[in-house]
Nanobody, 119 residues
Framework: QVQLQESGPGLVKPSQTLSLTCTVS??????????WNWIRQPPGKGLEWIGA???????YYSPSLRSRTSISRDTSKNQLTLQLSSVTPDDTAVYFC???????????RGQGTQVTVSS
């Protein structure tokens, strides 16, 4: 069974770039037809889709975050990376990586990692 584990700094200063890694085990990130999503949940709010990278390597981004977001992968390590630039306190959230069969859908999700943006 696939497992996803997010990792990264828990505290980021405003205007800096947030960088998170998702390590996948139990399955390859290049397996046909899977999409690997990044989503987040700000405190007291619902889930927000950030973007995704497909098994082909194609990337997809939320229009509201596109200008600040970059998603990439390292197939040799079976890892995904999320970078979010120019962060503000509004970017404080629990960040998850998740696997699905389309963009912005998922049936497996990591436990999430808390990221706080504060000086």
């Amino acid at each position: 069974q696939v497992q996803l584990q997010e990792s990264g700094p828990g505290l980021v200063k405003p205007s800096q770039t947030l960088s998170l890694t998702c390590t996948v085990s139990g399955g390859s990130i290049t397996t046909n037809s899977y999409y690997w999503n990044w989503i987040r949940q700000p405190p007291g709010k619902g889930l927000e889709w950030i973007g995704a990278i497909a098994y082909t390597g194609s990337t997809y981004y939320s229009p509201s975050l596109r200008s600040r977001t970059s998603i990439s992968r390292d197939t040799s390590k079976n890892q995904l990376t999320l970078q979010l630039s120019s962060v503000t306190p509004d970017d404080t959230a629990v960040y998850f990586c998740a696997r699905g069969q389309t963009v912005n859908s998922y049936n497996y999700r990591g436990q999430g990692t808390q990221v706080t943006v504060s000086s």
